[in-house]
T-cell receptor, first 119, second 113 residues
């Protein structure tokens, strides 16, 4: 199946610093990527939809100035957590839709996730 | 407002027996449902899906049943294997929703020897 890769898989940073997480589709082109976060024992919550070449669409309650998303190419989307604080500690997961895929949302492929810990 | 609910946070089943994971939803606009399997510190992997025009979809050991009137779906795994031990997420989307998935809270399945 298609592969989506996230980097880094784990990052620890000091409060106030910014952290960038990359999401790459390795063997397909992704016009749309989705960023989720998951708190322990909770559901995956959609944060934003990243569209190649245009601005991301953020879900209600997600601060766009805090969670900067850039989808500069058909194979790469980045999420930057700016001025991170301990409450931003979470598991961030991206997913990508194959550009050639149809409306079957089984064609959403997920990355391995990135564990962010803010001290 | 949790539109997709998995009321059982955990389930323990013996190897070889059937595992039944349940999921309920509240949004009647949902017309496509998926199950994902997730291991710790990894992203979810797609398992099986069902469209609202069907009431059953089968793929090997995995079968998903959909009861639209009850807004309920279930995932059956038979026979269960130790490697099936993982967290299972139910997810839903609707036509025109831009492939956005709404996830349930997950059920931790443990298959014991």
């Amino acid at each position: 199946g298609a592969v989506v890769s996230q980097h880094p898989s784990r990052v620890i940073c000091k409060s106030g610093t910014s952290v960038k997480i990359e999401c790459r589709s390795l063997d397909f082109q992704a016009t749309t990527m989705f960023w989720y976060r998951q708190f322990p024992k909770q559901s995956l919550m959609l944060m934003a939809t990243s569209n190649e070449g245009s601005k991301a669409t953020y879900e209600q309650g997600v601060e766009k100035d805090k969670f900067l998303i850039n989808h500069a190419s058909l194979t790469l989307s980045t999420l930057t957590v700016t001025s991170a604080h301990p409450e931003d500690s979470s598991f961030y997961i991206c997913s990508a839709r194959d550009r050639a895929g149809g409306v079957n949302t089984g064609e959403l492929f997920f990355g391995e996730g990135s564990r962010l810990t803010v001290l | 407002d949790q539109q997709v609910k998995q009321n059982s946070p955990s389930l323990s089943v013996q190897e070889g027996r059937i595992s039944i994971l349940n999921c309920d939803y509240t949004n009647s606009m949902f017309d496509y449902f998926l199950w994902y399997k997730k291991y710790p510190a990894e992203g979810p992997t797609f398992l099986i899906s069902i469209s609202s025009i069907k009431d059953k979809n089968e793929d090997g050991r995995f079968t998903v049943f959909l009861n639209k009137s009850a807004k309920h779906l279930s995932l059956h795994i038979v026979p269960s294997q130790p490697g099936d031990s993982a967290v299972y997420f139910c997810a839903a989307s609707f036509t025109g929703g831009g492939n956005k998935l709404t996830f349930g809270t997950g059920t931790q399945l443990k298959v014991e020897l």
